[in-house]
């Protein structure tokens, strides 16, 4: 899962950073308004967590932006402003959580964490898709009820087909969800393949069938065959 960190405060966008990156999250940081409103005009996330006092603009911003080019994206407002009505300003323009500086980045991984399960998994603690099934806590996956044990880039690459099944994906996009502000075109998209060949065949190995779908000239669909 992507996340986009909008915090001016550069230790403490590292912090969140560094914490969430240990919970298997893929981040990227804005540390200015126009870098955040660049990045979410590019690309796709599954939460941002935004401060809403920025050297050059306001958080409110953002998060009006998101709700218009991306609805659903999971928004968390973190902010030293504790006012009642920042907060209801925030939650009536789409922002889906709002936390007062300073908070325990334990608590903002849990918020993060349950966000993403209401918005992608409608709330379940297993996300099911055929005989496929994914323990989200335990970050652990279970083919016709046999665990499959696949590597941190697998199971995110399969996170990402289970949350766009009979969507044509294309390599691009994979490889970007995948590696973020990370990614070097060549190397990544050769990547890609190896993660979906691989992914593909531990599937297949615990009884499952084979629902990556090759699309020629665009990428991949995650759909039953």
């Known amino acids: 899962m992507k996340i986009l960190v909008v915090e001016d405060e550069k230790g403490l966008a590292e912090s969140i950073v560094a914490y969430l990156s240990r919970e298997g999250f893929i981040c990227e940081v804005a540390n200015t308004f126009w870098q955040a409103d660049e990045k979410i005009s ?11 006092t920025l050297p050059d603009g306001d958080g409110f911003n953002i998060v009006q932006t998101l709700k218009k080019i991306a609805a659903a994206t999971g928004i968390i407002i973190i902010s030293a402003r504790n006012t009642l009505e920042d907060k209801i300003k925030g939650l009536e323009i789409g922002s889906d ?6 908070f325990h980045l334990s608590e903002l991984n849990a918020r993060v964490k349950s966000l993403i399960r209401r918005r992608n998994f409608g709330g379940n603690n297993d996300m099911i898709w055929k005989e496929i099934r ?3 806590q335990s970050r652990k996956v279970f083919v016709a009820e046999k665990e499959a044990v696949l590597s941190r880039k697998e199971y995110d690459l399969l996170l990402y087909f289970l949350a766009n099944t009979d969507v044509a994906l294309t390599k691009e996009s994979i490889a970007e969800h995948l590696w973020g502000d990370h990614m070097d075109s060549s190397d990544s998209l050769d990547m890609v393949y190896s993660h979906i060949k691989n992914l593909r065949k531990k599937i297949i190995e615990k009884g499952g069938k084979d629902y990556i ?3 020629y000239g ?6 039953a065959p």
Request: proline share 3%; aromatic share 18%.
């Open 134 to 136: 994914v323990q989200l």
């Open 218 to 223: 665009i990428g991949y669909k995650f759909t």
């Open 97 to 102: 959580d709002y936390m007062t500086k300073p």
């Open 213 to 215: 779908q090759s699309i």
């Open 42 to 52: 590019l690309y796709q996330y599954d939460c941002t967590i935004v401060d809403l």
